[in-house]
């Protein structure tokens, strides 16, 4: 399998990426560790979760998707084979964003219990915290990384100017910078990536590590009509957002590519963002084990320049 580098990190990983958010939420433990299985088994060796997965649901604090993967991983010996990716900042109970060094170094130690290791391959910052200098937030992660706790930090979410903030205070002070982003992009959604985000990314060799790669479900093709797409609760927070000529233009040149490549739509859609030069890895998430063959897949799947065209003109951001 095709491994690439996260950044300008000794760090390489496959071109995609397990996401963790499901586990303990719409995977409970047993399906989760099946799950990690049959990707690990498959040479995918590359989970990204969060402190905060899966605090939204009912009765949950917060940390569940980390504690699974930490007890699967202890059962199978493997944690030397993987490469473990969370993210701080997300609200854990403060009712708010926070990136303050001295919450960065207690959340660390935290993810670090439920993850039973003693470091981080890639630590994020979740969401920006405008009110606290990326100073004190690099010079945090500057103390947990020469104390062995992390090995490479990155960001999700952050805006245009505040990347390139981040970027000039690494660079001015000496401290680790961002060597990797987490932005959303898909077919459907395009231009919040590529328009600013994708040449600071290449200009300064940063890693790309996008999510929502399936649009939240709209691209698997199973939402084409808004009765359809009530059968879901997700599928109902798609109907105005994609739902329309556009979104189902970009359906129908999903049909073709995978017609031709004899291959699903959900694997097409996610071996285009694997396609693009700037892209290291698109997250992908499986709740169901049937799931699991359309992840592999999409990572064997070869789209001709043809291919790429026709769902680039489909899903066109520019006028």
């Not at 199978?76 to 969370?86: E, P, Y």
């Not at 993810?111 to 039973?116: G, I, M, N, Y």
Request: hydrophobic share 45%; glycine share 10%.
């Amino acid at each position: 399998m095709e491994l690439r580098r996260l950044g300008r990190s000794d760090i390489l990983v496959p071109p995609l990426c397990l996401g963790g958010n499901v586990f303990g939420w719409t995977a409970d433990e047993a399906t989760s560790f099946r799950l990690l299985d049959g990707l690990f088994d498959a040479g995918f060796t590359f989970i990204d979760t969060a402190d905060v997965y899966s605090r939204w649901v009912s009765g949950h604090e917060g940390g569940e998707s980390e504690a699974i993967i930490g007890r699967w991983m202890k059962a199978r010996g493997n944690r030397d084979k993987l490469v473990i990716a969370t993210k701080v900042g997300g609200d854990m109970g403060l009712g708010r964003v926070c990136l303050k060094p001295d919450y960065i170094v207690q959340a660390v130690e935290a993810s670090l219990a439920r993850l039973q290791t003693d470091r981080i391959d890639l630590y994020q910052s979740h969401w920006d915290d405008p009110d606290t200098p990326f100073e004190e937030v690099l010079g945090a992660y500057d103390g947990l990384i020469r104390a062995g706790k992390v090995r490479l930090i990155g960001a999700s979410n952050l805006s245009v100017p505040r990347l390139f903030e981040a970027l000039a205070v690494a660079a001015r002070e000496k401290l680790p910078r961002y060597e990797t982003l987490q932005p959303e992009y898909n077919l459907c959604a395009r231009a919040g990536y590529e328009a600013e985000l994708e040449p600071i990314c290449q200009a300064n060799g940063l890693g790309v590590i996008t999510y929502f790669g399936l649009a939240g479900g709209f691209l698997t093709g199973k939402y084409r009509t808004p009765a359809g797409a009530q059968k879901s609760v997700r599928g109902r927070g798609l109907v105005n957002k994609y739902l329309n000529p556009k979104g189902l233009g970009i359906l129908a040149a999903l049909d073709e590519v995978a017609a031709a490549r004899g291959a699903t739509p959900t694997q097409v859609a996610l071996a285009w963002v694997m396609a693009r030069p700037s892209v290291t890895a698109p997250i992908a998430s499986a709740s169901r084990l049937e799931q699991l063959g359309e992840l592999i897949a999409s990572a064997a799947l070869h789209l001709t320049a043809g291919d790429i065209a026709r769902l680039d003109q489909a899903s066109a951001w520019k006028e």
